[in-house]
């Protein structure tokens, strides 16, 4: 996901902790997708090129971005911020106009962006995206140069915790206008408002650098003269990279882990994201549909499969077992400080029992009238999907008599669109929070949500992530209660079944520090990163 090392930073240098040279060289997975925040398909480290009204900080802290202050309204329905005196990196002005048109620009149907639906509860977004009314509707305006006024539908609790995304920041209407189709196709043709700009790519080639943006509001804290990135795909190659002092932080594969634990370069970053196994509750096989529609035959799937043993044996790295859909140390209680995913943790959902799975795949088999069963198992074959796959199959035809389960291990795209087609029995799947709030995981599995492959229906569920998204909006401690409730419905029902939650392992530089990692969002803060001596 990302590697670091140094060279240069004459003003920083001044003080005795930093090295003379300020340059991190970092690996990257594949190339880069697109500089356009509106449609990317992903904003891990976006943040140090293109600055929203907030910026994520440590632990998932809100900390400031360009807007200097914030005012809610009473009702919690509209916000009015307050722009700072900031640039653009070619010295323009940013201004509250900047932030209207790079909403009503992505909501724009045409504008086909992945994350639109981030932008839902904002006044008329979701009929906007739907095609139903103009983006020149969106509730948002701007007051002079300064103040930008948004106006939601209903409150949104974790409002400012999603104004830290890149989504969110400003577009330049005149350098849109300025390049027309040239627009983002190369680091030139674009404008930057974070610590640094992008240079040296080309739409397609495999290296380009973030070279620290002099026209930045908050220039000062930022120590990194440039971050070098090269494209590599092979983590035994990013391994001799930085062995070879070329890299100062690079993940390692799960066979590597074993052998670099106890390296004292070694550390871990968790991510929110869990995998999890869905089940085709609209099967077109008529017996398998009735199957995958029987609570018992889902908690005896379930209750068949060790996770310990998943997570050390198969997977192999530092990621941890789930013990709910919901990621462990996304979020916390407002009142008693708990963790979400220990507080609705249901009893025999996630746990590994085959003796009560056994019982229950018995009652459910006899429950549909049948004796044997063949599941299809869809995955793409990426790392490390297919061992995983083979360690379920090995699992479940154990534990439960009469189930086979047929295994099609076929590349990420191929298998993403048949699951989202509804072409399988079981899919092992993955969801990222795209912010430090259970209700980032919780919707996806609502009927009406795109995400929902496996087309788990549950009225009770669905009033409870509803009543947490609209009456108790405002009400933390109300939300809180709808949510872990919600969570609770879904773990005993097995809607869905959650396996792990993903850990990555990494070498780091010491002398790489200052980096800022978050499990949730714009995962990488380089702001105020810096070489040490």
């Keep these: 996901m990302l590697t670091a090392c140094g060279k240069q930073s004459s003003q920083s240098s001044s003080n005795g902790k930093y090295a003379s040279s300020q340059v991190l060289n970092l690996s990257y997975p594949s190339s880069l997708d697109s500089i356009d925040i509106s449609n990317m398909s992903g904003y891990g480290s976006t943040g140090n090129l293109f600055e929203s009204l907030y910026r ?15 005012k809610v309204s009473k009702d919690g329905k509209t916000y009015t911020f307050t722009i700072r005196n900031a640039k653009w990196s070619d010295g323009s002005a940013i201004t509250a106009q900047d932030f209207v048109y790079s909403w009503k620009r992505t909501v724009t149907p045409s504008t086909k962006s992945q994350y639109a639906y981030l932008f839902s509860g904002v006044k008329n977004a979701d009929q906007i995206v739907a095609g139903k009314k103009s983006p020149s509707t969106l509730g948002v305006k701007a007051e002079g140069k300064h103040t930008f006024i948004v106006t939601l539908d209903k409150p949104i609790t974790y409002f400012k915790k999603l104004m830290t995304y890149p989504l969110f920041g400003p577009i330049s209407e005149k350098a849109v206008k300025k390049w027309g189709s040239k627009y983002a196709t190369k680091a030139q043709y674009m404008l930057y408002s974070g610590p640094f700009k992008l240079t040296g790519w080309t739409g397609t080639n495999n290296s380009w650098s973030f070279v620290k943006n002099n026209q930045y509001w908050d220039k000062k804290v930022v120590h990194l003269q440039k971050i070098n990135y090269s494209v590599n795909e092979s983590t035994t190659t990013t391994l001799n990279l930085f062995q070879e002092n070329k890299l100062d932080l690079t993940q390692l594969a799960s066979e590597q882990v074993k052998n670099e634990k106890n390296n004292s370069d070694y550390t871990t970053y968790p991510y929110s994201i ?9 099967d077109s096989n008529a017996t398998i ?36 859909f919901v990621p462990q140390n996304l979020a916390s209680d407002p009142k008693s400080g708990k963790d979400f995913a220990s507080e609705s943790t249901v009893k025999n959902s ?17 429950e549909i009238g049948v004796k044997k069963l063949t599941l299809t198992m869809l995955t793409s074959n990426d790392e490390p999907n297919k061992a995983i796959s083979q360690y379920f199959k090995g699992a479940l035809e154990k534990n439960l008599s009469g189930l086979t389960i047929d295994l099609s291990n076929i590349p990420s795209k191929v298998a993403q669109s048949r699951a989202q087609n509804g072409n399988f029995d079981l899919y092992l799947s993955g969801w990222g929070a795209d912010f430090n709030d259970p209700i980032s995981h919780l919707q996806i599995l609502t009927k009406s949500s795109g995400y929902n492959y496996g087309k788990y229906n549950s009225s009770e569920y669905d009033a409870l992530v509803k009543k947490a998204q609209n009456q108790d909006a405002n009400k933390p401690e109300a939300r809180w209660q709808d949510m872990l409730k919600a969570e609770r419905v879904l773990m005993q029902d097995q809607g869905v079944t959650p396996l792990y939650q993903t850990v990555y392992s990494y070498l780091q530089n010491p002398k790489a520090k200052g980096i800022i990692h978050n499990t949730a969002g714009t995962q990488w803060n380089y702001k105020y990163a810096y070489i040490a001596k």
């Design 274 to 282: 869990t995998a999890f196994l869905i089940y085709n509750f609209n």
């Design 350 to 366: 996630t746990s590994y029992n085959p003796t009560l799975a056994k019982k229950l795949w018995k009652q459910g088999l006899k």
């Design 56 to 70: 994520l900080g440590k632990n998932g802290s809100i900390t400031p971005g360009l807007a200097s202050k914030t």
């Design 289 to 324: 549909k009735k199957a995958m529609n029987n609570q018992k035959i889902r908690q005896a799937i379930s209750l068949s499969i060790n996770r310990s043993s998943l997570v050390k044996n198969v997977i192999g790295d530092a990621s941890t077992v789930s013990k709910t």
